[in-house]
């Protein structure tokens, strides 16, 4: 399947500090790429789509001043956790789409980036 | 709206089968995903269902049924590395840009 991977996998910051997380795919070219996130034993909730080139299209309820996206190249989308709170905390992973065999989009996912806000 | 529900939780032992159920009610349907998360971890690609039937894939399986928004999982020959969170997402457009939406996922704990 299709590699991607994300930096850093952990990262500790102080609260009211910025973090950025980048999400890259390694062997294809990804047009479109997906910002997750995982809070403790509960499932991916999407927070935005990540489109090369054009603006990030945000789910309801994610604040888009927030949660900077960038997807600047096709090959890497950057996720920025602005003025980052305690409750930001959270296991954030990125995804692409590729075509798979049989002319279906498939995603797969990176190794995800820890993050804690202390 | 959007609602994928799945067993919270469920227990088996080493060698037995295992069937984790889910239901959907999407607005869109392209397809539904199977992924194998174990904690701390990135999920990992199972299956993919887009038509109506059975997938299998070695000791995992895969079906859906579109008329009724259900799809399994089907996992044989049990190991304790199979113990880990699975999750069903359907994918609700066709094209590059169609979103995954997640259930809640279900905990499996494989006993000895």
């Known amino acids: 399947g299709a590699v991607v991977s994300q930096h850093p996998s952990w990262v500790i910051c102080k609260s009211g500090t910025s973090v950025k997380i980048e999400c890259r795919s390694l062997?294809?070219?990804?047009?479109?790429m997906f910002w997750y996130r995982q809070f403790p034993k509960q499932s991916l909730m999407l927070m935005a789509t990540?489109?090369?080139?054009?603006?990030?299209?945000?789910e309801q309820g994610v604040e888009k001043d927030k949660f900077l996206i960038n997807h600047a190249s096709l090959t890497l989308s950057t996720l920025t956790v602005t003025s980052a709170h305690p409750e930001d905390s959270s296991f954030y992973i990125c995804?692409?789409?590729?075509?798979?065999?049989?002319?279906?989009?498939?995603?797969?996912f990176g190794p995800g980036t820890r993050l804690t806000v202390t | 709206g959007q609602n994928i529900d799945q067993p919270t939780e469920m227990t088996a032992t080493e060698g037995a089968i295992v069937q984790i159920n889910c239901t959907y009610q999407?607005?869109?349907?392209?397809?539904l995903f199977w992924y194998q998360q174990h904690a701390g971890e990135a999920p990992t690609f199972l299956s993919y269902?887009?038509?109506?039937g059975l997938e299998e894939k070695g000791r995992f399986s895969s079906f859906l049924s579109r008329s009724k928004g259900y799809s399994y999982l089907l996992l044989k020959e049990l190991q304790m590395k199979d113990s880990a969170s699975y999750l069903c997402?359907?994918?609700?457009?066709?094209?590059?840009?169609?979103?995954?939406?997640f259930g809640q996922g279900t905990e499996l704990s494989v006993k000895p």
């Open positions: 269902n887009v038509l109506d």
């Open positions: 999407t607005s869109g349907f392209n397809g």
């Open positions: 997402a359907v994918k609700t457009a066709q094209n590059q840009g169609g979103k995954l939406i």
């Open positions: 062997d294809f070219q990804a047009t479109t």
């Open positions: 995804s692409t789409t590729t075509l798979a065999a049989g002319g279906t989009y498939e995603q797969y």
């Open positions: 990540s489109n090369e080139g054009s603006k990030a299209t945000y």
